[in-house]
């Protein structure tokens, strides 16, 4: 082509500042030079003019372009999704206009650098996905519809809701630890156990760091970890994956009420801390407009009460039956009871045979277990929790009961032998709880790569 790649001028002033599209940036950028970095989000090209929405993860920019700048090949022949490099004054949108930040930068240099160009045309990233592509393939494409609003916006949530769980945990002095998760022994039954050969010996992927946390106590107090738990479920729903991020927390010397008052804190105090940045306060007002702050104290059920409250309310089993004492309350029915009190509910004192070997029983009715699950609307289930049993004898009655084989968990049942202690915790579902703050339909979409039966790509 004869036209010129770009018109170079001003190269005599001074390298100017390169500056990131931060969001809710204040005004002293405005009127001076400044060099951006980013890519072409949108693009609109009238007559005279060529707006580009510039994109670089920390916020949009308006660009505009005029006279030679847009009669240049590369703009011409500009794909969505190009890197570029651009030079110019910012200013305040004219009256009537919109614009990210109210602020538009009037381009006077641009450079698209060698191997930042795009693809266009059938290979054009627009070409690939849209709007009505299948989920299926919007998942086989994850690494492109990241790019997009609606992806990049949970993420953006994700990081700042994960933060706010540590943030969480040092002001209530629980310290952060790391345990393994190549193991050998299971924690919530064998069904959803991912098997592996380790070295000619069978260990598992972990399905959650509970009984390591347990034996942080003595030497650390308090602890929590933000680890990979891992399940092998059988089955496809919105709220299941294969690799999960599990927020796990342990508190020594503790009663279950203490357990309960904890676990309510710390959820509402992640949701403070995650709203008070304004910028992902606007994503989560974007995603989940009708999101309030959950009242406290949260409703608390008992099981038994949950029971009578389900077939009160004409909801049924599995089997379509009226549900009974000892039912395991399926995904649907804990659903529609969420739905219907539309409120966090603590769920408590679930019977021994639906629930963990380390769960303790009720002091008033041997059936109970000291159990929690915490019940969010649109999801259900986002957190398991329970006492621990602590005597060394009633846990080696549990693992018989369970038909579990004691010896491979010695270093958890010698816990019992030297010091033991009234202790509990739980264990949240970052997925999960992000479904439920921003509205999304599946914890598929609230992960950077999502692992469930049949996936494990990209
Ligand atoms: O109820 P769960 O199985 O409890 C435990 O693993 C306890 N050992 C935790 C503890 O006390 N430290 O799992 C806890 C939470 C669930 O409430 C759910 O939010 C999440 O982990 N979870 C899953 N999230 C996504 N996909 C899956 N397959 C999940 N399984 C559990």
């Known amino acids: 082509s004869s036209l010129p790649k770009a018109i170079k001028i001003r190269l005599d002033e001074k390298d100017p500042e390169k500056i990131k599209l931060r969001k809710g940036a204040d005004d ?104 009505d592509t299948d989920h299926s393939i919007l998942m086989d494409m994850r690494h492109l519809t990241l790019r997009g609003d609606v992806a990049s916006s949970v993420l953006f949530v994700r990081d700042a809701v994960e933060f706010a769980f540590h943030q969480t945990y040092r002001e209530t002095k629980l310290r952060k630890v790391s345990p393994p998760a190549l193991v050998q022994t299971q924690v919530e039954g064998g069904a959803t156990l991912f098997k592996f050969d380790y070295y000619g010996q069978d260990a598992f992927l972990t399905q959650s760091s509970q009984l390591y946390l347990e034996t942080c106590l003595p030497s650390m107090g308090d602890v929590y970890c933000i680890e990979k738990s891992f399940r092998a479920e059988k089955s496809l729903t919105r709220r299941h994956l294969s ?77 379509g039956k009226p549900h009974a004492f000892g039912d395991d309350i399926a995904e649907a029915a804990e659903r529609k009871m969420t739905d219907i009190i539309n409120r966090p509910i603590f769920l408590t004192h679930f019977p021994v045979e639906i629930k963990a070997f380390y769960m303790p029983k009720d002091k008033d009715d041997s059936r ?12 259900g289930e986002i957190v398991g929790g329970s006492m621990r049993i602590y005597k060394y004898d009633e846990l080696m009655a549990a693992f018989k009961r369970e038909g579990l084989d004691p010896a491979p968990y010695y270093w958890y049942t010698d816990q019992r032998k030297y010091g033991s202690s009234p202790h509990g915790g739980y264990g949240l579902g970052l997925e999960r709880f992000l479904a439920w703050l921003c509205k999304q339909h599946t914890v598929r979409d609230c992960c950077l790569y999502p692992r469930y039966m049949g996936r494990c790509t990209p």
């Open 28 to 131: 002293q950028e405005r009127g001076t030079r400044v060099k951006v970095f980013g890519r072409v989000h949108r693009e609109r090209k009238q007559k005279d003019v060529v707006f580009i929405t510039l994109r670089d993860g920390y916020g949009f920019m308006q660009c505009v372009l005029t006279g030679q700048l847009i009669k240049t090949y590369d703009i011409l022949t500009l794909a969505r999704e190009t890197s570029i490099e651009l030079y110019g004054e910012l200013y305040e949108v004219p009256p009537g206009a919109h614009a990210p930040e109210n602020r538009e930068l009037h381009v006077d240099y641009f450079v698209i650098h060698e191997g930042w160009k795009a693809a266009g045309g059938d290979e054009a990233i627009t070409n690939r996905i849209s709007k």
């Open 243 to 319: 690799e999960y991020t599990h927020v796990e927390a342990e508190l020594d010397f503790i009663t279950f009420s203490d357990l309960l008052d904890h676990l309510e804190h710390v959820m509402c105090r992640v949701l403070e801390i995650t709203l008070a940045d304004p910028i992902i306060a606007g994503y989560i007002k974007e995603l989940n407009p009708e999101f309030k702050m959950p009242e406290r104290p949260f409703k608390r059920m008992k099981y038994t009460d949950a029971i009578e409250w389900l077939n009160e309310h004409d909801i049924l089993n599995e089997e």
């Open 368 to 379: 109970l277990t000291e159990s929690v699950d915490c019940l969010m609307p649109g999801v």
